[in-house]
Structures are given as structure tokens and as C-alpha cells.
């Protein structure tokens, strides 16, 4: 069902589109700090969700393994462990980009500002957010062996002479690695649910935040109003999905 034929949801008046706010004001320097609270109120919804999606990752790839014995799949080269191994990667990156990238001013939309979603944490999970970043930086996303991951490296290269009866000499290289770590798979476990929990939250504080500003513009400012009135659209039920629809008959397939 796309969105043009979704049933308006009960008891709801009018939908406001904030993109297209945002479209019309974020160039007007009387509108600042409404625009800068309008994108930081979709960078946390966008981060929840990537979040959410990052969850779904992780536990299909214990499913796709199975939870009792998704450790003895880490180095194999077989179906089960190279797509939990592509799962756990895309979690892990999902999780840092949601969690601690910043604005990129040389992007046309400026990026996502950083949230800080493992404030006021346990020592526990703040450890196991801290391990995940630091993987994704080390591992991940950069070529790297964290040889000093609790569970071992992800990657080794070992480097040999090999000399032979004619004393010739060849030097040869042993190379693993590993499609995941066994305590990676627990540390998003951990963290990923609480940092949702986070996220609505800083969701909350950061409506409050813009409807307070937008609320104040609409009494004081007509023109802002006159702005505000050609946001309104019709509404129509559009669910926030942690899965995202196929985009095409061969995706749906797949």
C-alpha cells in the first residue's frame, strides 16, 4: 500500500510537512533556530530508525546461524557464516552512523548531527559501545586486524619464508578472517535496544523543543504563518517500519 492510497488514521486533523517548512526557511536568517530544531528533530527520527533497522540485522543473523552455535561459524567460509558476517558488518556501521557521525558540510544535505544516545549508561553497555565503535573504526570500515578485541583479531596476516631442498626461498603469507566475533554479536544485543530506548527519548526532548519555537512564530510572526498554512497535507497512515518495502519485483524476490 503506498502512501497516496493509506487510510487517514482516526482522530487526526491535518498533517504538517516539516521538510517542506524546512525547504522555505532554512536560507531565512529570522528562521534559524526553528530550521536548526526542525533538522534535528528528523536526524533523531532518522537515526532511531536506522537503529531499529540494525536490531533486525543482528537478530537475523543469529537466526540465520542459530543462537546456540552462531560462534562456530566465524571463520568458515560457508552460506550461514558469510551472510551473518555481512549482517553484523552492517549493523555495526549502521549503529556508529546512528550514534556518532557528524555533520559532513562538504554533503548537499549536511549529514546527521551526532546523537548521544549511551549518556548516563552503565558501565557495562557504555564498554560495549565504546567496543562497537571502536570496531567499526578499526575493522570495518578501514582495513585493520583489532588484534586486541576480547575475542581475538578480526584478521591476521602471517608473513613466512619457505625454503626449499635447492635452497631456493619463497616467502608466503597465511591470511584469516573471521566473519564476525561471537561477543559482537551480544554487544549489539545489548546496546541496540537501549539505544532506541535513547532515541525516543531524545526525540521527545527535541520535539518539545521545535513545537515550543513553532508555536511562538505562528503568535508573533504572519508571515511565518502564511508559510506555515501551505505545509498542511492530507493525512494518511505511514507507520515508522524498522523493514522497508521491496523497491522492485526483483528485490521481492531475492
Given at each position: 500500500?503506498?502512501?497516496?492510497?493509506?487510510?487517514?488514521?482516526?482522530?487526526v486533523?491535518a498533517?504538517?510537512?516539516l521538510n517542506?517548512l524546512?525547504?522555505?526557511?532554512?536560507?531565512?536568517?529570522?528562521?534559524?533556530?526553528?530550521?536548526?530544531?526542525?533538522?534535528?528533530v528528523?536526524?533523531a527520527?532518522?537515526?532511531?530508525?536506522?537503529?531499529?533497522?540494525?536490531?533486525?540485522?543482528?537478530?537475523?543473523a543469529v537466526s540465520?546461524?542459530g543462537?546456540?552455535?552462531?560462534?562456530g561459524?566465524?571463520?568458515?567460509?560457508?552460506?550461514?557464516?558469510?551472510?551473518?558476517?555481512s549482517?553484523?558488518?552492517?549493523a555495526?556501521?549502521?549503529?556508529?552512523?546512528?550514534?556518532e557521525?557528524?555533520?559532513?558540510?562538504?554533503s548537499?544535505?549536511?549529514?546527521r548531527?551526532?546523537?548521544?544516545?549511551a549518556?548516563?549508561?552503565?558501565e557495562?553497555?557504555?564498554?560495549?559501545?565504546?567496543?562497537?565503535?571502536?570496531?567499526r573504526?578499526?575493522?570495518?570500515?578501514?582495513?585493520?586486524?583489532a588484534?586486541?578485541?576480547?575475542?581475538?583479531?578480526?584478521?591476521?596476516?602471517?608473513l613466512?619464508?619457505?625454503?626449499?631442498?635447492?635452497?631456493s626461498?619463497?616467502?608466503?603469507?597465511?591470511?584469516?578472517?573471521?566473519?564476525?566475533?561471537?561477543?559482537?554479536v551480544?554487544?549489539?544485543?545489548?546496546?541496540?535496544?537501549?539505544?532506541?530506548?535513547?532515541?525516543?527519548?531524545?526525540?521527545g526532548?527535541?520535539?518539545?523543543k521545535?513545537y515550543a519555537?513553532?508555536t511562538?512564530?505562528?503568535?508573533?510572526?504572519?508571515?511565518f504563518?502564511?508559510?506555515?498554512?501551505?505545509?498542511?497535507?492530507?493525512?494518511?497512515?505511514?507507520?515508522?517500519?524498522?523493514?522497508?518495502?521491496?523497491?522492485?519485483?526483483?528485490?521481492?524476490e531475492?
Open positions: 500500500m503506498t502512501a497516496a492510497s493509506s487510510p487517514r488514521p482516526k482522530d486533523e498533517d504538517f510537512d517542506a524546512y525547504a522555505a526557511i532554512h536560507k531565512k536568517r529570522e528562521y534559524a533556530a526553528l530550521a536548526t530544531s526542525i533538522k534535528r528528523r536526524d527520527h532518522s537515526s532511531r530508525y536506522d537503529l531499529n533497522i540494525a536490531l533486525s540485522k543482528v537478530h537475523l540465520t546461524c543462537k546456540e552455535y552462531i560462534g561459524v566465524e571463520h568458515q567460509d560457508t552460506e550461514e557464516g558469510s551472510i551473518a558476517g549482517l553484523i558488518a552492517h555495526v556501521i549502521l549503529y556508529a552512523s546512528a550514534t557521525s557528524q555533520n559532513h558540510k562538504g548537499k544535505d549536511y549529514g548531527g551526532q546523537m548521544r544516545v549518556e548516563g549508561w552503565p557495562k553497555l557504555r564498554k560495549a559501545h565504546d567496543s562497537v565503535l571502536k570496531l573504526n578499526t575493522a570495518l570500515a578501514h582495513f585493520g586486524y588484534a586486541d578485541h576480547v575475542d581475538g583479531p578480526w584478521a591476521t596476516d602471517t613466512y619464508i619457505r625454503e626449499y631442498a635447492n635452497s626461498r619463497q616467502s608466503m603469507c597465511k591470511h584469516i578472517r573471521v566473519n564476525y566475533r561471537q561477543n559482537t551480544e554487544d549489539l544485543l545489548d546496546i541496540l535496544p537501549a539505544a532506541i530506548d535513547s532515541a525516543s527519548k531524545i526525540i526532548d527535541r520535539d518539545a521545535m519555537n513553532i511562538s512564530l505562528l503568535d508573533t510572526d504572519a508571515d504563518a502564511s508559510i506555515f498554512a501551505t505545509t498542511i497535507r492530507v493525512p494518511v497512515d505511514t507507520p515508522d517500519r524498522t523493514i522497508l518495502r521491496p523497491a522492485s519485483k526483483r528485490q521481492a531475492i
